[in-house]
């Protein structure tokens, strides 16, 4: 079946680097795939698309690559500031109409 | 701006109870979906509709149902309440289409206690 794999252990930096985030699947072969942002006792928010044919998409701030290759996407934040904590959600997905969800990796950005 | 909302923030149940859980959108999606969030599970998809009284189950459908009658307004049921149904639940709409294109926006979730 098909399996969406995130770091389930927070990730701590210090505010001015760039944080990095992984998302690996396995079993299927998503054609798009979605980075979304969750505050705590909130709904996520969209962040950023890439489709399988894009090797990088960038965003201000925010990078996202997709490597169909090693079913991994790595999401970036330069930069980053203590309002950047959050958690991350990836979401790589076949066409259909519902996404699939990874479990999420905590940002905490320490001044 | 895309506007989901829920008719409860929070709202605590008795084992038993019927619950009924709002979800209204005002930008003219077709897809609306539902899902429940626990900690180290993540979000799990429990019912969704591409269209009005059109539904498709989830991961997670048992011990739930839904109505879409008008297609800004989508609602979650929970016919005997349970206390392993204790959640965050959370709504969200898309645009349409089948594409994993298509973004959701959420609603900002209900945290649902049933004693």
């Known amino acids: 079946s098909q399996k969406i794999e995130q770091n389930s252990e927070a990730l701590n930096i210090q505010e001015g680097k760039t944080a990095t985030l992984t998302c690996n699947y396995t079993?299927?072969?998503?054609?798009?795939l979605q980075w979304y942002r969750q505050d705590p006792g909130r709904g996520p928010v969209f962040l950023l698309l890439?489709?399988?044919?894009?090797k990088e998409k960038r965003k201000e701030r925010l990078k996202v690559t997709f490597d169909t290759t090693l079913k991994q996407s790595l999401f970036h934040i330069t930069a980053s500031q203590p309002a950047d904590s959050a958690t991350y959600l990836c979401?790589?997905?076949?066409?259909?109409?519902?996404?699939?969800f990874g479990k999420g990796t905590s940002l905490l950005v320490t001044p | 701006d895309v506007k989901v909302t829920q008719s409860s923030r929070y709202l605590v149940k008795r084992t038993g109870e019927k619950v009924f859980l709002e979800c209204v959108q005002d930008?003219?999606?077709?897809?609306m979906f539902w899902y429940r969030q626990d900690p180290g599970l993540g979000l799990r998809l429990i019912y969704f509709?591409?269209?009005?009284?059109?539904?498709e189950k989830g991961d997670i459908p048992e011990g739930y149902s839904v109505s879409r009658e008008k297609k800004e307004r989508f609602s979650l049921i929970l016919e005997s309440a349970s206390t392993n149904q204790t959640s965050m639940y959370l709504c969200?709409?898309?645009?349409?289409?089948?594409?994993?294109?298509?973004?959701?926006?959420f609603g900002p979730g209900t945290r649902l206690t049933v004693l």
């Open positions: 969200a709409s898309s645009s349409g289409g089948t594409g994993g294109t298509d973004t959701q926006y």
């Open positions: 079993n299927y072969s998503p054609a798009y």
């Open positions: 890439i489709r399988e044919n894009e």
């Open positions: 979401a790589p997905t076949r066409s259909g109409y519902a996404l699939n």
């Open positions: 930008m003219d999606h077709e897809n």
């Open positions: 509709s591409y269209d009005v009284k059109m539904k």
